[in-house]
């Protein structure tokens, strides 16, 4: 009889755990590769984000920014080339573990609030985009009532 | 009741006709930027233009931000592209002449463009007195919340950024502007 043939099989825990961490091996380093390229680096501790969902947050956040070289549509769908970059940026820093709050406040803090396509609740912008439209919506239902009342109270013409 | 309805009737129609008028008076395609007052956002990016004599660099050779300090800086954005960038391109050569022995940098940063139709546009214009450098990716132009070319941040001795140009820059412009900022430079600054 050959050695080989006396080997022990190997238990199939063994491979699925090999496998297991080849793939993870392999997953880690094309991660590092492409960290390296970027200027945000993960910070450690960071947990890994997978590809779709890291996809599915940059869509979701890129679509609340404005393109800056369109008019009045989000870098999610701007075919610019700024707005793809701008995108990029997003993901950099989704991955380098940055919050929602964060990446925003840094496109804030280039471009102003202007870059945000709903802006914040606060201050002239509750007021005119919210508080003033608010109330103009309901002075015209108060108006529209005021009428209504009007011509149901008003006599009914003569029969002829 | 007439004089109710005279009375509300302008009421309306003037605030609202204000409004539009004022409005008229506003490029759509404005976009206050926040920076001016700020620190500049720090950059290091390397020369592909080299420029001329006294301010020439070599090509591969980083310039950064930080080690302009003490210095007014001019940082100009500009692409190949662009028609504005030709209205500005020798005012900007100009002004930089001008203060070829004053403690004034001029940068430029090529924007979205490729390096043979930046150098070869350069050449086109009749040179550039001053160095450029290449932006990849954009992250430069994204860090000064540029949105279109051409875009000019003029920075003082402290690199706070003190003017924002959008569209073309005059010399007369720059001169007025690197004129107060070197006339307003610490005691400690000046030599």
Redesign the interface.
């Known amino acids: 009889m050959s050695a080989a043939r006396h080997r022990r099989p190997v238990p199939a825990v063994a491979i699925h755990i090999a496998l297991g961490a080849a793939l993870l091996f392999f997953a880690s380093g094309s991660a590092a590769a492409q960290g390296d390229s970027l200027?945000t680096s993960p910070v450690p501790g960071t947990p890994v984000i997978s590809d779709s969902a890291l996809e599915a947050r940059t869509r979701s956040l890129a679509v609340q920014l404005r393109c800056?070289?369109c008019?009045g549509i989000s870098i999610q769908e701007s075919p610019s080339?700024?707005a793809g970059?701008?995108r990029?940026?997003v993901k950099e820093m989704l991955r380098a573990g940055k919050t929602e709050e964060e990446i925003k406040a840094y496109f804030?803090?280039?471009?102003?609030e202007?870059i945000l396509l709903e802006p914040k609740p606060r201050g002239f912008n509750l007021l005119f985009l919210y508080v003033f439209p608010t109330l103009v919506l309901l002075g015209g239902l108060a108006g529209i009532g005021v009428l209504v009342r009007r011509w149901s109270a008003a006599p009914a013409p003569p029969a002829a | 009741m007439n004089w109710k309805r005279a009375l509300l009737t302008p009421a309306i129609a003037i605030p609202v006709i204000g409004l539009f008028a004022w409005g008229m008076t506003r490029d759509?395609?404005y976009?206050?930027?926040?920076?001016p007052g700020r620190q500049a956002?720090a950059f290091a990016l390397e020369v592909f233009a080299p420029g001329e004599a006294p301010f020439q660099k070599a090509p591969g050779e980083v310039i950064r931000l930080d080690s302009l300090r003490g210095k007014v800086v001019v940082v100009n954005f500009w692409a190949s592209w662009c028609l504005a960038c030709r209205d500005e391109h020798q005012d900007l050569s100009r002004a930089a002449m001008r203060y070829a022995n004053a403690p004034v940098q001029f940068v430029g940063i090529s924007y979205?463009d490729t390096r043979p139709n930046s150098l070869e546009w350069i050449e086109q214009m009749g040179g550039q007195a001053y160095p450029s450098v290449d932006d990849p990716?954009?992250?430069t132009?994204?860090?000064?919340?540029?949105?279109?070319v051409p875009e000019t941040f003029i920075l003082d001795v402290t690199g706070r950024v003190a003017h924002k140009q959008t569209g073309p820059i005059t010399h007369a412009l720059l001169s007025r502007i690197i004129d107060s900022l070197l006339a307003a430079r610490p005691a400690t600054e000046t030599k």
């Open positions: 200027r800056a070289v008019q080339g700024l970059e701008m990029e940026v804030v803090s280039k471009y102003g202007w | 759509p395609k976009i206050p930027s926040p920076l956002p979205m990716r954009s992250r132009a994204i860090d000064y919340g540029l949105y279109g």
